[in-house]
């Protein structure tokens, strides 16, 4: 377990990956994170764009949600590991997501979106391009075209709908396999300045704090593609030696209108249960931030503006 860390001028910081060194340590609260709430996943506008799923943050003023959104990777053939909330001792730690070459241990929680708990399957890189699997990810046919059909891991896996958000007793009972240890020895990019820039939004963002929305964020999902620097520098976890450019040049451009329901994997938890109040139902008790929480029964839409009409030939996927 990496080492946790309670100062609160770090914890931002390492919440953000300004620092390589910061975000190697976890961020240490005694308040359970909120459900993942949920949400569609607006067609992927730009060939070669990873989707980045959507998770609770903590800052000054609490939970609140950071938007799924698609994002360039740092490298060719590098994929994203989300973060994810672990409960160990009574704090909840949050582990940061990195680039790398395969997906490793995001905590066994179902994000959706190809990240069911365990592995990927949103797609896959070959000869230097990407891959869609179209039967897990919403893109626009008219601009992406390299895409396949496999809905093995739908067919194959049990459905469930539970949106737990963090790993440990009263939550999910996963832990890495052998395969997902050895990606820890692999080199890995921490998130990016522009990912930052996305976190830094949802922050000063008050409809997205869990005290304002109550687990209902007003942008659940971000429907365009923002413009990065060019020349933007990568920190590289594990390797603080190495940095890694890249240029990037996407003008910004526009998903369609998001997408009916996509099924999810099975998440085991057989976690312990505690004294202290949660939310789902009392089925996962665990402190909760910021008063009585009300979970998300049934898919909503969390957009502040009106969606933009749907491209012609837009291959449509599905919710959280």
Known sequence: MLKSIRVPDLLFACLLGISSPLCAQSISITIAPPPLPVYEQPACPVDGYLWVPGYWAYGPDGYFWVPGYWYEPPEPGFLWTPGYWV????????????????VGFYGGINYGFGYFGSGFYGGRWEGGA?????????VNSSVVHNTYV??????????NNNRVSFNGPGGVNARATAQEQAVEHERHIAATEGQRGYVENARRDPNQRYSENHGHPNKAAETSVAERRQGEQHAVEHHPGEQHGAVHHPGEQHAAVHHPGEQHAAVHHQGEQHATEHHQGGQHPAEHPQGQHHPVQHPQEHHPSKPLPEKKGEEKKGKR
């Open 87 to 102: 409960l160990v001792g009574g704090n909840y730690n949050w582990n940061a997501g990195y680039w790398c070459p395969h």
């Open 130 to 138: 990407f891959h869609y699997n179209t039967a897990v990810w919403s």
């Open 150 to 159: 496999d809905r093995t891991v739908i067919n194959n896996t049990t459905i």
